[in-house]
Nanobody
Framework: QVQLVESGGGWVQPGGSLRLSCAAS????????IGWFRQAPGKEREGVSY????????YYADSVKGRFTISRDNAKNTVYLQMTSLEPEDTGVYYC?????????????????????WGQGIQVTVSS
C-alpha cells in the first residue's frame, strides 16, 4: 500500500517553530521529488516548498522564503519541513505529495498536477 503520513503539526504561538514530517511507506521516497502544500480556510491549496530527488534543489513560496526549510532523509524514507518565525497566515492543513515527473520550468513545482500521491494532511494553527 502506497501511503504518505504527515506528523508534527499542532498549535503554536506567532514567532514559534514547528517541524513537520512526511513518512512514506510502500515505495521508495528517494525516487521522487516531494512537495509541501497547504490550504488555509476558504483558500486554494498552494505550494509551500519542493525538493528534488536528484541534486536536492529546493524551491519555496515567496511567503515562506527565509523562514521554512525543506529537507529529506532517504534512509528514513522521510521528508521534513522545518518552520520558524511562524505567522497566523501560516495556519492551514499541510500536505506532502510525491512527484515522479521532471520539472521543465521551475514554476511547475507549484502545480498540483505534477504530483501522484498525497498525504491526508495535518493541521497547523498559529495564533496568540
Amino acid at each position: 500500500q502506497v501511503q504518505l503520513v504527515e506528523s508534527g503539526g499542532g498549535w503554536v504561538q506567532p514567532g514559534g517553530s514547528l517541524r513537520l514530517s512526511c513518512a512514506a511507506s510502500g515505495f521508495t521516497l528517494a525516487n521522487y521529488a516531494i512537495g509541501w502544500f497547504r490550504q488555509a480556510p476558504g483558500k486554494e491549496r498552494e505550494g509551500v516548498s519542493y525538493i528534488s530527488n536528484g541534486d536536492g534543489r529546493t524551491y519555496y513560496a515567496d511567503s515562506v522564503k527565509g523562514r521554512f526549510t525543506i529537507s529529506r532523509d532517504n534512509a528514513k524514507n522521510t521528508v521534513y519541513l522545518q518552520m520558524t518565525s511562524l505567522e497566523p497566515e501560516d495556519t492551514g492543513v499541510y500536505y506532502c505529495a510525491t512527484s515522479g515527473r521532471p520539472l521543465r520550468y521551475r514554476s511547475m513545482w507549484r502545480s498540483r498536477a505534477m504530483y501522484d500521491y498525497w498525504g491526508q494532511g495535518i493541521q497547523v494553527t498559529v495564533s496568540s
